[in-house]
């Protein structure tokens, strides 16, 4: 729960606190603001501009670098991370948490392409139309020296600087990673078949399940200091995601069985208090009753009737679960590990 001035202000004119621990209390909450993400006019000009910055040496890269050859790739590269890195140290030191994590991660997300600039200076890389602009857009299996490189990097300086953002192109790569190895193992020629696809969406499904996992652990393991589970809780989810509502079955039950998977994930996000399972889940959930609607039930008369009943069913469920919660979650966290009773407590106070 965020804590304003105006609820401070109430406070101090119900005598629960006094007007001078109302002005340090606001000042402690302002000062502990600083280093978390939030929706203010800073934070959206720090992470604009780390996006750009990283977006110029990635996403928005253009062939005009390719004559620079392989050794000038390498060696601006370079360069460029030795002035990240000065950039992060300083605003460290300034105890600018938040700007020095985006100078960290935008030296991650150069890794793939020095090493790149490596292979096509060792004469490594193949004589196709394969540059490294294509990175980002196109799945291939020549990108995988690219990506071990960059996670490795990136495990490597998120331990050293331990700035939750790192997170970011970690979470991303593994992604990658997922969707590419992939490429050695079907044949490339038969990629748009039914049954490639089909185990494409299985791959990353199960890889989605792994990296949520992973997300967990992370989120048990790291309850008592920052906010380090939340990249890898989204792209985990997306990958999960993607790969089940990409599946195709004539089977109602497994669209059923979709639609409480979808169900479990929203009441997960609230559990877990992770709003991409929420989102998630929200979506998968009205796919499945778009599908009875435009087709199971499309001649019917009382679907709408019957699903605007369930709908203020759950708004019922919702104000019954208001006035409850307390009690129910009290109740719940009692039978739960003490890790997760501690990472709730964190979460929901």
């Known amino acids: 729960m965020e804590v304003s001035k105006a609820s401070i202000q109430k406070a101090v004119a119900n005598n629960i606190i006094s007007e001078q621990q109302g002005v340090d209390l606001y000042n402690f909450f302002q000062a502990e603001s600083q280093h978390t993400p939030a929706f203010t006019f800073t934070h959206i000009l720090y992470y604009l501009g780390g996006l750009i910055a990283i977006g110029a040496m990635t996403l928005f890269m253009n062939l005009g670098w390719?004559?620079?050859?392989?050794?000038?790739?390498?060696f601006i590269s370079l360069l460029y991370a030795g002035v990240g890195l000065k950039l992060a140290n300083s605003l460290a030191h300034k105890n600018l948490i938040i700007p020095a994590g985006i100078c960290?991660?935008?030296?991650?997300?150069?890794?793939?392409?020095?090493?790149?600039?490596?292979?096509?200076?060792?004469?490594?890389?193949?004589?196709?139309?394969?540059v490294y602009r294509q990175f980002h857009t196109r799945i291939k299996w020549l990108w995988l020296h690219m990506e071990l490189g960059t996670l490795v990097t990136g495990l490597i300086i998120a331990?050293?600087?331990k700035f939750p953002f790192l997170i970011m192109p970690i979470a991303v790569t593994l992604w990658y990673i997922s969707m590419d190895v992939v490429m050695l193992i079907i044949?490339?020629?038969?990629?748009?078949?039914?049954?490639?696809?089909?185990?494409?969406?299985?791959?990353s499904m199960y890889f989605g399940i792994l990296m949520t996992l992973?997300?967990?652990w992370v989120d048990i393991r790291s309850r008592h200091t920052a906010d380090y589970a939340f990249w890898l809780y989204l792209f985990g989810v997306i990958a999960f995601w993607g790969g089940l509502s990409?599946?195709?079955?004539?089977?109602?039950?497994?669209?059923?069985?979709?639609?409480?998977?979808?169900?479990?994930?929203?009441?997960?996000?609230a559990l877990l208090v992770r709003k991409v399972f929420v989102i998630?889940?929200?979506?998968?959930?009205?796919?499945?009753?778009?599908?009875?609607a435009s087709n199971v039930f499309k001649d019917s008369w009382l679907f709408p009737i019957a699903l605007t009943a369930i709908g203020l069913g759950v708004v019922y469920a919702g104000i019954w679960w208001q006035k409850?919660?307390?009690?129910?979650?009290?109740?719940?966290?009692?039978?739960?590990?003490?890790?997760?009773?501690?990472?709730?407590?964190?979460?929901l106070g």
Request: with cysteine; net charge negative.
């Open 66 to 74: 390719e004559q620079f050859g392989g050794l000038g790739i390498v």
């Open 104 to 130: 960290a991660t935008f030296v991650v997300c150069l890794t793939p392409l020095a090493i790149y600039g490596f292979q096509q200076w060792l004469g490594l890389w193949p004589d196709d139309d394969t």
């Open 159 to 161: 331990w050293r600087y």
């Open 187 to 203: 044949d490339q020629d038969d990629i748009w078949n039914s049954h490639t696809w089909e185990f494409r969406a299985k791959v």
């Open 214 to 216: 992973l997300a967990f």
């Open 246 to 269: 990409s599946q195709n079955s004539d089977s109602e039950l497994s669209k059923f069985f979709y639609f409480c998977i979808n169900l479990a994930m929203v009441g997960l996000g």
């Open 280 to 292: 998630f889940g929200a979506l998968g959930s009205c796919f499945y009753l778009g599908h009875l």
């Open 324 to 347: 409850n919660e307390v009690k129910i979650t009290r109740k719940a966290r009692h039978v739960l590990p003490k890790p997760l009773q501690e990472l709730l407590d964190k979460k």
